[in-house]
């Protein structure tokens, strides 16, 4: 049922642009450039909420921006079932008081150590010189630089090479019991097995190229949080099960989905 709705829902994204770069199942990334300037983003994604809605009973969040950072923090501000736009002239007012929550790769540990070094918001980013952010990130500096300025020189692309294989379940009920939550976990680590199996017997397992586990959550309140280690030659279910006891060591409150998975490349 999710891979259809998926289907139907990425068929009314492509009757706006064929630019469509698919990350999961449920999230993409649309270039309407092309579309004449007199149609709005706003309207075009207001328009395919309310198609998704009437095709397949689905509410979703829509994020409109001129860049694909922006597009996802836009996408993420008003969850469940927002829309929100963030246009040029208003980038460098938003960013200033951006959470560095949002920033790509700025998890729960990055966020206590960058907090540690009074860095709250992006323009605490912002103020901070080159050097010291080569300090604070590594290879990462420029990066973080960019994006504490919302920019994003990446392009939409409808031909990206898979970087993932990741198999998720989201409950109408969510769960507590950590018990039933490694039940759970096995019982997605098996679909994701055959489903695996299949996609090597299709692409050939000599071309694959497998760099990390991964355990990802989401909780009640929508916030989520991955857990990943390298690839050591082992997929079965107790590499996946310490990844889960990670997150759960973390934080206990109750869970809505589960996912794991590999993320494929160096």
């Known amino acids: 049922k999710y891979k259809q709705a998926s289907a139907e829902v990425f068929e009314i994204f492509r009757q706006y642009t064929d630019q469509v770069e698919g990350l999961s199942l449920d999230e993409a990334y649309l270039d ?21 809605f009437q095709k397949t009973g689905l509410t979703i969040s ?14 993420d501000w008003m969850k469940p079932n927002g829309l929100y736009v963030i246009p040029p002239a208003h980038r460098n007012l938003f960013m200033k008081d951006l959470e560095i929550k949002y920033l790509f790769g700025v998890g729960q540990k990055s966020r206590e150590k960058l907090n540690s070094q009074k860095i709250f918001k992006c323009s605490d980013i912002q103020n901070r010189s080159l050097p ?70 299709k692409e050939g397992e000599d071309l694959l190229n497998i760099s990390t586990l991964v355990v990802k959550v989401k909780y009640f309140d929508f916030k989520q949080t991955t857990h990943e280690c390298r690839f050591r030659g082992d997929l079965s279910f107790p590499r996946f099960q310490q990844l889960l006891e990670h997150i759960l060591l973390k934080r206990t409150e109750p869970i809505r989905l589960l996912g794991l998975g590999v993320r494929l490349g160096k």
């Open 32 to 52: 309407v450039t092309d579309i004449p300037s007199s149609v709005l983003a706003r309207d075009i994604a207001r328009e395919i909420k309310q198609k998704v």
């Open 62 to 75: 829509a994020g409109a921006s001129f860049n694909k950072f922006l597009s996802k923090v836009a996408s």
């Open 132 to 201: 010291e952010l080569k300090r604070l990130f590594g290879s990462r500096y420029l990066d973080m630089y960019y994006m504490s300025h919302g920019i994003d020189f990446r392009r939409v692309s409808s031909e990206a090479e898979r970087k993932s294989f990741t198999c998720e379940e989201t409950y109408n009920k969510d769960i507590s019991d950590p018990l039933q939550l490694m039940q759970t976990l096995s019982r997605v680590h098996q679909e994701w097995q055959a489903r695996f199996h299949k996609y090597k017997q």
